[in-house]
Antibody, heavy 118, light 109 residues
Framework: EVQLVESGGGLVKPGGSLRLSCAAS????????MSWVRQAPGKGLEWVGR??????????DYAAPVKGRFTISRDDSKNTLYLQMNSLKTEDTAVYYC?????????WGQGTLVTVSS | QSALTQPRSVSGSPGQSVTISCTGT?????????VSWYQQHPGKAPKLMIY???KRPSGVPDRFSGSKSGNTASLTISGLQAEDEADYYC?????????FGGGTKLTVL
């Protein structure tokens, strides 16, 4: 059974940093392209960024609002995806989901809440 | 990178059909046949309902169908059922990133 379990969310002050983790199991993590998607309270889904598998270059892409502040990385030995978030703003407050899939295969974690507030 | 345009809400009675539109540009919806649709119930993670414009994952009822014309994609739900009441989001590949729609709340009257 595929499982994606996010952790690391919490309350942080504006300008602060936080690192989210996503522990994956039930599939070959090293072959997967992994993404982060967020959802502000009462709002819609927003694509945050993606990291390709190492065999496909391991490169990352980011949405404009987070580019230069957020960094996605992966540790294939631990089957874990990371999202390093720096210079956090109040508008980054959201549930952050880890997701992967291709075609008709699509998996999401349960999400972890990040609240940026003074 | 603004959101794709969806109606904020649609409604229909049980047994009826509804269509949700998703309008983008030639750089996303119109440029690729990689539009997907997600259903999200309150407090739950999104669920994939349609991928590659019109394909259904196994387990998704054939009451759900997708299409695209130019820069606008559409999700049609026929034979509405109470459990279809949810938020629906379109999502399009846009080159090096993906773009979601703003979401549509479907109410089953």
């Amino acid at each position: 059974e595929v499982q994606l379990v996010e952790s690391g969310g919490g309350l942080v002050k504006p300008g602060g940093s936080l690192r989210l983790s996503c522990a994956a199991s039930g599939f070959t993590f090293s072959n997967a392209w992994m993404s982060w998607v967020r959802q502000a309270p009462g709002k819609g889904l927003e694509w945050v960024g993606r990291i390709k598998s190492k065999t496909d270059g391991g490169t990352t892409d980011y949405a404009a609002p987070v580019k230069g502040r957020f960094t996605i990385s992966r540790d294939d030995s631990k089957n874990t995806l990371y999202l390093q978030m720096n210079s956090l703003k109040t508008e980054d407050t959201a549930v952050y989901y880890c997701t992967t899939g291709y075609g008709d295969v699509d998996y999401w974690g349960q999400g972890t809440l990040v609240t940026v507030s003074s | 990178q603004s959101a794709l345009t969806q109606p904020r809400s649609v409604s229909g009675s049980p047994g009826q059909s509804v269509t949700i539109s998703c309008t983008g540009t030639s750089s996303d919806v119109g440029g690729y046949n990689y539009v997907s649709w997600y259903q999200q119930h309150p407090g739950k993670a999104p669920k994939l309902m349609i991928y590659d414009v019109s394909k259904r994952p196994s387990g998704v009822p054939d009451r759900f169908s997708g299409s695209k014309s130019g820069n606008t994609a559409s999700l049609t739900i026929s034979g509405l059922q109470a459990e279809d009441e949810a938020d629906y989001y379109c999502c399009s590949y846009a080159g090096s990133y993906k773009r979601f729609g703003g979401g549509t709340k479907l109410t089953v009257l």
